[in-house]
């Protein structure tokens, strides 16, 4: 166990449920623009002391996460980076790495950039719904943007996702970001396409288990994730590529009678989700 | 309440579920090639009586359930028709009805032939499995192959619909057979195309509760789906075709950054997912 001074930047949901949790183990300071959630925050013994204005914070931190947008994370990191010193460590939570990463690490010197991506996902915004957001259980990817990434580092970032009861694991940002185009956009797109392909007033009397739970996500949020399909748009059009490439195989196969490649698509898929 | 005469022909995994729960309400008989499976719903008592000839119990029976495949169905009819009577109703339990609804109508007059669908699915067989099948709160579509079918006859399905605890719908068996091609073989397909597009061993550290649950079906039997979808082949066709135009839609809203369509995709399935 490591013991850290911690500040979080952002206290919404995702920091306000950072705070909740880690304060537990670990000195946490809070800042945000909106004094009421920094306010709640410390009501709440979230944060043992939080201001508008990080510096006094971000100087004795020995870990500094920001729970903002990939936009706002450069503008703080730009407006602070005198302040960082080489024993410290930086990380985001964002979804998305790509855009943003190589530029933030660059700013932070001389503290070492260690991003992460807890994936646990809310459609609800703001600190005082911090007790709707479950993390335990999940997967809390490190993502790397070198191979030799320092071990201090790396322990202090496993550290958060061990304290959040979380499957931690360690990967690329590029493969992150190509993974995450996969697992999580690439299947909404597919929930949203197959509502889409029928309006029958009559379709729940058709509706078994099976369709029911591959249409739930498309009762989805479109703001949010028209955002987050064109933050990772050019892994997600590869994706859906490969995807649509897939159903071509499954049409063709049926078009020729051709039972055994039928079968053959059949048994590949079970290969692999019995893997996983 | 209606109570019946009731022959099952074929004491599988469905006929002896049926079975099972039939005769509580109702006098039934059981039929199969196999004499080991009347023994054993004898000495359950899910049947009064049985044999493998089944000359009797036709005679004596006011339904009589056909839980066998099509080409059994039509095998069936022709070596019994003799024996019908125009008081009696005959039905049977297939998941996809064009290809042999209208011949099996045809042979079986002057009983009236009116099929339904219990839409629950297992992969287990034999009657000694019976109770690993649940039909309670699932759907029970009549299927019907015309608009002026006689009340009697759909009353008498109906009974067997409210005795399994199902809901109960009653449509033209060309719009079912469609509406299954896209309510279950499309989502099969998908789900199937969905795991295959990516192996990636490490696929279960960026895995989520929507991946998971969009990927539970892909874990699938090769040889029942392999029949199922060329049985449903032309409908199941010209749904893939919409899904993968659907798919186009949201790829090239990608590909032009159209946020404004993206979002119009999201509201439509949104709308429809609350609206079923």
């Known amino acids: 166990m ?10 919404g949901l995702i920091g306000g449920a950072y705070a909740s949790i880690l ?6 300071y809070g800042t945000d ?8 925050a410390k009501n709440k013994n979230f944060i043992i002391d939080g201001s508008v204005d990080p510096k006094n914070y971000i ?6 996460i920001l729970s903002i947008f990939p936009k706002a994370i ?6 602070y980076k005198d302040l960082f010193n080489s024993n410290q460590v930086i990380t985001d939570v964002c979804g998305v790495k790509s855009k943003y990463i190589l530029e933030a690490t660059n700013i932070s010197k001389p503290a ?16 005082e719904n911090y007790n709707s957001f479950s993390f335990k259980g999940k997967n809390f990817i490190i993502t790397t943007v070198e191979d030799n990434a320092p071990t201090r580092a790396i322990d202090m970032i496993k550290q ?18 190509q993974m995450i185009a996969y697992t999580s956009d690439l299947t909404h797109a597919v929930a949203v396409s197959l509502m889409n392909s029928n309006r029958d007033p009559k379709l729940i009397d058709f509706a078994g288990r099976s369709f029911l739970e591959m249409t739930r996500i498309a009762n989805i949020n479109e703001s949010l994730w ?22 071509h195989k499954m049409k063709n196969a049926l078009e020729n009678n051709d039972d055994k490649k039928l079968k053959e698509l059949f048994l590949s898929s079970t290969k692999i989700r019995k893997e996983m």
């Open 33 to 40: 623009l909106d004094i009421n959630a920094i306010n709640y």
């Open 226 to 247: 028209s955002e987050i399909f064109i933050e990772n748009r050019d892994y997600l059009l590869e994706e859906i590529n490969i995807f649509i490439n897939e159903m």
């Open 59 to 64: 100087l004795k931190s020995d870990l500094i």
């Open 160 to 177: 958060i996702g061990i304290d959040l009861e979380m499957n931690v694991s360690i990967c690329d940002y590029k493969k992150h970001d």
């Open 112 to 127: 070492y950039y260690l991003a992460h991506h807890p994936m646990s996902g809310s459609e609800k915004n703001g600190i």
């Open 2 to 11: 490591i013991y850290m001074n911690i500040l979080i930047v952002g206290l």
């Open 74 to 79: 450069i503008d703080f990191l730009n407006k």
């Open 23 to 28: 304060s537990k183990y670990h000195n946490v």
